[in-house]
């Protein structure tokens, strides 16, 4: 589980992360999918967060972000935090 601190820290990417998987046509920009890399390896809480974050965008209706929030996870699959996320 993520720390108060890892929490707050990932607050600071959100807004990334809402350009990264945007409900538009327009495709994710590639320097986003790094940031996207680094925020999974920060640390495990951080990459929870990102885990969190992500199948909460899944939630939506629209293939737009459906498809970024594919093509995000791709990225950050090789965290250890989202290879086992904890409960």
Known sequence: ???FMERLSFLQKVPTLMKATADDESPCPG???E???KISQESAG???????YLLE??????CH??????????VSRLSP?????KH
């Open 1 to 3: 589980m993520a720390t």
């Open 31 to 33: 320097y986003l999918f």
């Open 35 to 37: 940031e996207i890399g």
């Open 46 to 52: 951080c990459g929870q967060c990102l885990l969190e």
């Open 57 to 62: 965008r899944l939630q939506l209706e629209s």
């Open 65 to 74: 972000v459906k498809i970024k929030v594919s093509s995000a996870s791709q």
């Open 81 to 85: 935090a989202l290879r086992n996320p």
